[in-house]
């Protein structure tokens, strides 16, 4: 039945439904989570980027768990489906993780519409949380099976974490980083190269985190051309950590897990360390 489905979808394939959900389908990847949450949390609001960035790795860890577990074959290991995907993902099948991201980013803009009233974050989310799940069927790399587990699950974990982060007051910073050793002990138990990413994204984040609240302070505030110099600068420092980092470090978990730790790290303080000299110095100049 879960094949079947994949296949009858696969019969509306044309250049222009690949091409979208193949777009579509980033709006649930790694990349677009980095940049709306380092957005978020130079730009916006810090307590609740943290609230997401917390939901978000830890729905992570579990996909990657529950993915070991069950070890499903994607779809187009199957005669009568394709993979559309430009690059065919690698692992297995259920949850799909894509899924989970697209869950999570969809509670968080409900809640930012929820506390802001604003429409297009209620819109946004929703489109999110059907059209994401939708390509990864379209595109061949998962059952509708995986793709409405996965949300369900990471719409459960947001609203568990946000909770949980809420419950923590003003010391989320403090049992943050008291969760990162779990994780790393999880990762010696786990090595596999997705729960590094999550266990080294979340540990440099919770540091980060820990040190930006306790000693930087920085004031998210600013005028706007401030904020998208602020993002394209902090966006292209990271994407060299992610990927210039490739060129000189073996492609193994250990370095996996160093290469997100340098990235949660330099979202959570580095950047806000930089941003706030920049911003002093530019004021004394004015």
């Not at 389908?25 to 997401?52: C, E, P, R, S």
């Not at 430009?86 to 692992?91: D, F, I, Q, S, V």
């Not at 998962?142 to 946000?162: C, I, K, P, Q, W």
């Not at 994204?201 to 998210?220: I, N, P």
């Amino acid at each position: 039945m879960d094949l079947d489905i994949v296949r009858w979808i696969q019969t509306l394939r044309n250049p222009v439904f690949d091409w979208f959900f193949y777009i579509v389908t980033q709006l649930g990847d790694q990349i677009f989570f980095i940049a709306l949450a380092v957005v978020l949390y130079w730009t916006v609001n810090k307590k609740f980027a943290h609230k997401f960035v917390f939901a978000f790795l830890v729905s992570a860890i579990v996909n990657t768990g529950l993915k070991t577990l069950f070890k499903r074959l994607r779809p187009y290991n199957y005669p009568g489906v394709v993979s559309l995907d430009h690059w065919t993902t690698t692992g297995y099948s259920f949850p799909s993780g894509h899924a989970q991201a697209a869950g999570v980013i969809g509670y968080a803009g409900m809640q930012g519409y929820k506390h802001t009233q604003k429409q297009w974050m209620k819109i946004a989310a929703i489109l999110i949380l059907i059209l994401v799940p939708l390509s990864r069927i379209y595109l061949g790399q998962h059952y509708l099976s995986d793709v409405v587990t996965g949300v369900l699950l990471a719409y459960m974990m947001a609203h568990v974490a946000f909770l949980l982060v809420d419950k923590m007051g003003d010391d989320e910073h403090i049992y943050t980083l008291m969760l990162a050793p779990v994780m790393i002990v999880f990762l010696l138990f786990f090595p596999v190269h997705d729960i590094a990413i999550a266990a080294g994204g979340f540990t440099g984040f919770a540091a980060g985190y820990y040190l930006e609240k306790v000693y930087v302070k920085y004031d998210v505030k600013a005028v706007l051309w401030i904020q998208i110099v602020k993002v394209i600068f902090g966006l292209i420092i990271a994407l060299v950590i992610k990927e210039g980092f490739k060129l000189f470090f073996p492609d193994t978990v250990f370095f996996d897990f160093i290469r997100y730790l340098l990235i949660g790290g330099w979202a959570a303080v580095g950047a806000p360390m930089v941003f706030k000299y920049g911003q002093n110095h530019l004021q004394k100049k004015i």
